[in-house]
């Protein structure tokens, strides 16, 4: 059974550093996997996608890096901001289900 | 803009009540999902559906079923609601008709039911 693991579960940083948030899934096999933005009390917004084949993707200050063959993914967050705090979560796709990884809280200070 | 609209923000219904969540995507997509979302446990899938009036269940579909008589439009229905039902419930869809073409899972902005 596919289980997937997000560490840290909450994350504090002072504006401007670049920080990298961590995805793990026990079964390789895998078609594709996402990450996501919840801001509170809302849904999620898709930040990324990478499929089985692609190692990673970026858009604007964001990079996402898959290893599928040791279950890893990241998610490089470039020069911080206030308005990057939210909860990130990632989550795998396999015979027509995705799993979700629990998330990580992320606060960023001014 | 691609859009997934839920019927309500915030809904409180009875307990024993039926209640119904609409879900409607503007995008063409074939795949539906929806999901629960409770503090802890993170987001669990009830049903999803990959074509017009197919379905099939998630990993909690108890006390739950589902509609899609049109390829826009997902509904959930929870038969004879209970209190163990509050939740954030979350619409979902993605185009492909297979896993391994699977585009982007987009969402809608979820609905708040609190069961009293």
């Known amino acids: 059974k596919q289980e997937v693991t997000q560490i840290p579960a909450a994350l504090s940083v002072p504006e401007g550093e670049n920080l990298v948030l961590n995805c793990s899934f026990t079964d390789s096999a895998i078609y594709n996997l996402q990450w996501f933005r919840q801001d509170p009390g809302k849904g999620l917004t898709s930040l990324l996608l990478?499929?089985?084949?692609?190692r990673e993707q970026t858009s604007g200050r964001l990079n996402a890096s898959l290893d599928k063959s040791s279950g890893r993914s990241t998610l490089y967050i470039a020069a911080s901001q206030p308005g990057d705090s939210a909860t990130y979560l990632c989550?795998?796709?396999?015979?027509?289900?995705?799993?979700f990884g629990t998330g990580t809280r992320l606060k960023v200070l001014a | 803009d691609v859009k997934v609209t839920q019927s309500s923000r915030y809904l409180v219904k009875r307990t024993g009540e039926k209640v119904f969540l609409e879900c409607v995507q503007d995008m063409d997509h074939e795949n539906m999902f929806w999901y629960r979302q409770d503090p802890g446990l993170g987001l669990r899938l009830i049903y999803f559906s990959y074509d017009v009036k197919m379905k099939e269940k998630g990993d909690i579909p108890e006390g739950y079923s589902v509609s899609r008589e049109k390829k826009e439009r997902f509904s959930l229905i929870l038969e004879s609601a209970s209190t163990n039902q509050t939740s954030m419930y979350l619409c979902?869809?993605?185009?492909?008709?297979?896993?391994?073409?699977?585009?982007?899972?987009?969402f809608g902005p979820g609905t708040r039911l609190t069961v009293l």
């Open positions: 990478i499929q089985s084949s692609q």
């Open positions: 979902a869809s993605t185009s492909g008709g297979t896993e391994d073409s699977y585009n982007e899972q987009f």
């Open positions: 989550a795998v796709l396999g015979a027509y289900k995705y799993i």
